[in-house]
């Protein structure tokens, strides 16, 4: 359990974070809120799915943050004749040993990068829903562990759906987060122009972190501290997309897991060891809107699943920070509003 006294090696850890956020950030240009994001679901062991239109840098800001992080990094290009032991691997057959052997696909990675998913069979699709929620693969009755740390990066087309499969909805509520890159503006873009023209960025891109730097966050991350009106506060946002009447499906109890996992990864980035509604509030939209199916009249009236969480969060009550412990010198007023009791206090 962190301790106030291991405030330090938090900031120490959150250092590592920045690194990687500054590498990512030198080749997406402009778009500083995404590269959060991302960085938020590595560190809350989640799985990301980046939908935008062509030529934004889908494919770019997945290679990117792959590449920032000393670890093995597996690139599919999902196509409809692609095979789920394509993904998962095959038992072959040894004429030697006289025995079955075991060769892992592409997603014994710690990254796996899946490019345009949704061109996949279901079949396909469906290779990758035990890996993304067990992280393991089972074979012929025999279960393979994932390297850890393990995230899942999914690109999507949503414009050009010819000859696409649209992810079912047990695909789409793996991934904790959906994030759309948009186009750059006119100054991110001019300076595309001078990085991007001559050589690709990712060539001279050095890993800034490495795989067992990336798993000490994570460690760090599951040690932040949710209060309770926190925990209320994500279960009142779910459970409100299940009564609406613009939405046919609301968001599932893992889509509440995921929240909260966001919402403590975002508590450390920021170098804090308990996480505020204000966590919760950022990451409603990327976390939930992607699992909401709005109902024919919704869709008629152009509503989005992201309008709906936007009103859900402008209805739900936010719940009022307690007041601070008293007794513990140096405490600076509402800093641990929402953190755990300091060392000494006495609860009331």
Do not use: W
């Amino acid at each position: 359990m962190t301790t106030y006294e291991d405030r330090a090696s938090l900031t120490d850890l959150t250092t590592t974070a920045e690194r990687v956020r500054r590498s990512v950030e030198g080749v997406i240009e402009g778009k500083p809120e995404v590269v959060r994001l991302s960085l938020t679901v590595l560190l809350a062991e989640g799985h990301l799915l980046i939908e935008d239109v062509p030529g934004v840098g889908k494919t770019m800001l997945a290679k990117t943050l792959a590449r920032s992080i000393d670890c093995s990094v597996r690139r599919i290009q999902f196509t409809p004749d692609l095979l789920p032991s394509d993904i998962t691997g095959v038992s072959i057959f040894d004429q030697q040993e006289r025995d079955f052997e075991f060769k892992p696909g592409a997603i014994f990675a710690q990254i796996v990068i899946g490019d345009e998913i949704n061109r996949a069979s279901p079949k396909t699709q469906s290779a990758l829903l035990e890996s993304m929620e067990e992280r393991q693969v089972t074979i012929d009755g025999k279960s393979y562990e994932l390297p850890d740390p393990f995230m899942v990066v999914a690109t999507q087309n949503p414009v050009e759906m010819e000859g696409t499969y649209p992810l079912p909805e047990a695909q789409r509520d793996r991934f904790m987060a959906r994030v759309s890159i948009g186009y750059p503006s006119a100054e991110a873009e001019l300076q595309m122009l001078d990085v991007h023209g001559a050589v690709s960025p990712l060539d001279d891109l050095q890993p800034v972190a490495h795989a067992h730097d990336i798993v000490k966050l994570i460690e760090a991350v599951r040690t932040v501290h949710v209060a309770e009106p926190v925990r209320r506060y994500a279960v009142d946002l779910v459970a409100a997309t299940r009564t609406h009447p613009d939405l046919r499906l609301g968001a599932s109890p893992r889509a509440t897991l995921h929240l909260l996992r966001a919402a403590k990864a975002a508590a450390a980035l920021n170098g804090r060891e308990f996480a505020l509604p204000d966590d919760v509030q950022s990451l409603a939209v990327p976390v939930l809107a992607h699992r909401l199916l709005p109902t024919a009249q919704a869709q008629l009236n152009r509503r989005t699943a992201e309008q709906v969480v936007l009103e859900i969060l402008q209805r739900t009550p936010v719940p009022a920070a307690p007041a601070p412990a008293s007794g513990y010198p140096g405490q600076l007023p509402g800093a641990n509003a929402y953190g755990r009791q300091p060392p000494g206090a006495r609860r009331l």
